[in-house]
């Protein structure tokens, strides 16, 4: 395998990879895509180019099908950490101590290759499109792996010291998540002009997928929001400017990393404990559309607010609100104690002696 140092890439050479790279994100970006997506696609497409380079590789009409289907089972080899240096260190440097990729992960650095020769081909600025009918890995399909309880909700809503200022806005933090399901992302671009708490009502500009709406906010949400908005932001805001609602201890508006970062510790300072890997503001947005579901609101209601472009993606919550199958199997399930109510399960863990159906003791 060849030196991609030696190879010094020129961003001059109209059928470079780095040039054409550069070309079709700003393709993007006229095509009024979201910086995030652009900056991800940039990454995406970067990763490939060094793997080619790698190869020897510098033009795009140099790849063949052949290299990306290597791409593709790189990716599926690839370990993170493990002693490589460099984000995408080759597999075969030491990196198979690391975790893999998910296949979530796998599947978008296809698809940005596959985009980006697709447009190639499609401008004429290759002969023909190697990632043509790439068969992209299946994704599997989890349901959320913890679903935090009422009790559970309330510990961690109680573990900011609401005595201090920084407290009174991590409970305003964890009230809003909860109330709106917003995500981590959105709740880090709400600004000032996105609130009427008058109203009971957040905007949420420019979501996943660049759509707006518009999300109910609950009147004990509203009132936390409205007390850190009055007593603690002009104490942390050094500048007029910043339209941000919340900001971090430095007056700043957070980064989404950063905020994921602080409600994990906020969690996990209240002592719930949940499985590793659970993110933290995603754990409110789950628990806000399972409370939702299991109270009787709509399917459909439940997506507007959560901002799903699908209904698809909303029903997996029908799979973790199990309250009416639990209804239903005592209510039809023969193996039942008798003279019990079908509707409700004994309290007693062990079936009375007397019971027919009580295991034989020695």
């Excluded at 709406?213 to 050094?238: D, F, M, N, S, T």
């Amino acid at each position: 395998m060849q030196n991609s140092a030696s190879l010094n890439p020129s961003p001059d050479d109209p059928q470079g990879m780095l040039h054409l790279c550069g070309v079709f994100l700003e393709y993007l970006r006229v095509r009024n895509y979201s910086p995030r997506t652009v900056y991800n696609r940039g990454r995406q497409l970067a990763a490939f180019r060094r793997f080619c380079e790698r190869l020897g590789l510098t033009q795009a009409r140099q790849v063949t099908r052949a290299v990306v289907l290597a791409y593709q089972s790189y990716l599926f080899h690839y370990r993170k950490g493990g002693g490589t240096t460099g984000e995408w260190a080759d597999v075969a440097d030491g990196g198979t101590a690391g975790e893999p990729l998910t296949v979530a992960a796998q599947k978008h650095m296809l698809i940005a290759v596959s985009a980006w020769f697709s447009y190639l081909t499609r401008e004429g600025l290759v002969a023909y499109n190697p990632a043509s009918d790439l068969e992209l890995p299946r994704k599997d399909h989890h349901l959320p792996r913890s679903i935090l309880g009422h009790q559970e909700i309330e510990a961690i809503m109680n573990a900011p010291d609401i005595t201090t200022p920084l407290g009174v806005r991590d409970r305003a933090i964890l009230e809003v998540l909860y109330s709106t399901g917003v995500r981590r992302m959105e709740l880090c671009n709400l600004t000032l002009g996105d609130l009427e708490l008058e109203r009971g009502v957040v905007h949420v500009e420019q979501g996943k997928g660049k759509k707006d709406r518009v999300v109910p906010i609950g009147g004990r949400a509203g009132a936390w929001l409205g007390k850190y908005l009055a007593e603690v932001r002009p104490l942390l805001c050094p500048s007029i400017n910043e339209a941000a609602v919340f900001l971090n201890n430095s007056g700043w508006r957070y980064t989404d990393g950063r905020m994921g970062s602080h409600v994990h510790k906020l969690v996990a300072r209240s002592g719930v404990r949940r499985p590793r890997g659970c993110g933290g503001c995603h754990l409110f947005r789950h628990a806000f559309a399972t409370e939702l579901l299991r109270n009787g609101c709509d399917l459909r209601h439940i997506q507007i607010m959560l901002g799903h472009a699908s209904l698809e993606s909303t029903q997996l919550y029908t799979h973790v609100a199990i309250h009416e199958l639990q209804a239903a199997h005592r209510r039809c399930h023969p193996a039942k104690l008798p003279g019990t109510d079908e509707a409700s399960p004994a309290s007693p863990n062990t079936p009375p002696a007397s019971s027919p159906d009580a295991p034989a003791t020695s």
